[in-house]
């Protein structure tokens, strides 16, 4: 077994995350206390092809799979995990269906200028009522004179208020159950009848949340991603894989926690040592470094079983749910470690711990990760 990066991977690693340490970092605080994404940051990364990596060159993406994602995600949620989560739905859930089921009319339109920075993607699933029973969404697509005609309400949608399109799950047919009833369409920003309105969360700021609302929003048919009813089948591919980035976005703000904790205990001085020398901060970090490895193994693993076609299902589930957990632990013990300091304002440890929070809700929360493992391994 060979359990190491490739030569590409590598310098891959080392270039976006000298990139955003140098173009992301120094946005970062602004974009927290504004609680606004830096949209500069998304025709930048594109043309540095650093935004949907995974995707094949000839849309204008880097070739280099679900690895190549999982390395991007996590060294930008080293530095930002708001920022993160925005530039992850582009090459992510915003963009997945489009590419897998979408017509080559549908990709030229909205995901080679995704791909290039020059689009921002959305995904709108969640609704008021249907959070983790994704089945029970109400929004309905009506078919009139050669249109859709969309009417629901979409919430807590990543990207929605800067997106210039998001892919919404509606039902097409409701006597056919989620299963063959649901399906996807672009809705562009500017079509009548699509307003949305900013949501504010107490962590991950800088990523923009909001609510959508669709009144007799009419999209054109060619707007239908695949096939009119396959819709819930091309939701469960989409977030199935994007558990997996998920999860590297809870690696790399582990990493940080972890690496920032280390670095704090070896230099503050207490009782005449480095309160790194406590046996009680000492084993703290030994175990922090040993949850940090068995996590990134999980992630790359994922990604590895993914980019080989091999399934992935049960892997990618447990990576979300034991790396956000992972990061939860982490960014509650980091504070711990700063003591005071960690709980001022102007402390990153404040906001690593907050930003924690997210990873164990979003695109499926742990109890709904717990769920899909339990099936895989044979209890249903
Ligand atoms: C910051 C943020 C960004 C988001 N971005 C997007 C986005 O871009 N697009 C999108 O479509 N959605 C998005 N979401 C929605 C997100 O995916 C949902 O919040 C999440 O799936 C949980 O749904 P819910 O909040 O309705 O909670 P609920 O489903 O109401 O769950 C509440 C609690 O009950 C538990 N629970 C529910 N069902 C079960 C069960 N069967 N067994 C055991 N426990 C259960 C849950 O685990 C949770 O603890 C975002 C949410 C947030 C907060």
């Not at 940051?41 to 092809?49: A, H, I, S, Y």
């Not at 029973?133 to 929004?139: F, L």
């Not at 949501?199 to 048919?221: M, N, Q, W, Y």
């Not at 977030?239 to 980035?245: D, E, Q, T, V, W």
Request: glycine share 10%; net charge negative; charged share 25%.
């Amino acid at each position: 077994m060979d359990f190491d990066f490739s030569e590409e991977q590598r310098m891959f690693k080392e270039a976006i995350h000298s990139f955003a340490e140098k173009e992301i970092s120094p946005l970062v605080d602004e974009a927290e206390k504004t609680a606004t994404f830096p949209l500069q940051l998304f025709p930048k990364m594109g043309e540095l092809g650093y935004l949907c990596v995974r995707y094949p060159a000839e849309y204008g993406g880097a070739g280099i799979g679900k690895i190549g994602d999982c390395i991007s995600v996590e060294e930008v949620s080293y530095f930002s995990v708001g920022i993160a989560a925005g530039t992850m739905v582009q090459g992510g859930i915003g963009t997945s269906a489009i590419y897998a089921r979408g017509s080559e009319d549908q990709k030229q339109k909205y995901l080679v200028p995704a791909i290039a920075g020059q689009r921002i993607a959305a995904f709108g699933l969640t609704e008021p009522n249907a959070g983790s029973d994704a089945a029970s969404i109400e929004t309905i697509a009506t078919k009139r004179n050669g249109k859709y005609v969309l009417n629901g309400t979409k919430m807590f949608i990543t990207n929605g208020n800067i997106c210039d399109f998001v892919v919404v799950a509606a039902y097409t047919d409701k006597s056919k159950g989620a299963r063959g009833g649901v399906s996807l369409f672009v809705v562009e920003k500017g079509t009548p009848g699509f307003t949305r309105s900013k949501l504010h969360k107490f962590c991950a700021r800088s990523g923009e949340i909001a609510e959508l609302t669709f009144e007799d929003c009419a999209v054109p048919e060619e707007n239908l991603i695949g096939e009119e009813g396959r819709g819930f089948p091309y939701l469960m591919e989409t977030l199935m894989g994007g558990r997996i980035s998920h999860a590297a976005r809870s690696l790399g703000l582990a990493r940080v926690a972890y690496d920032e904790s280390l670095e704090y205990a070896k230099a503050r001085v207490q009782f005449g040592q480095p309160i790194a020398k406590f046996q009680t901060n000492a084993f703290k970090l030994a175990r922090m470094a040993m949850e940090l490895e068995a996590a990134r193994w999980l992630v790359y693993y994922a990604a590895w079983l993914y980019d080989q076609d091999k399934p992935y299902v049960k892997e990618a589930a447990m990576a979300k749910l034991y790396a956000s957990e992972v990061a939860a632990h982490i960014t509650t013990e980091a504070l711990q470690i700063n003591g005071g300091y960690g709980l001022m304002e102007e402390s990153v440890a404040q906001r690593y711990f907050r930003d924690a929070r997210l990873g164990t809700i979003t695109e499926g929360t742990s109890e709904i990760q717990q769920l899909v493992i339990s099936r895989e391994i044979g209890i249903r």
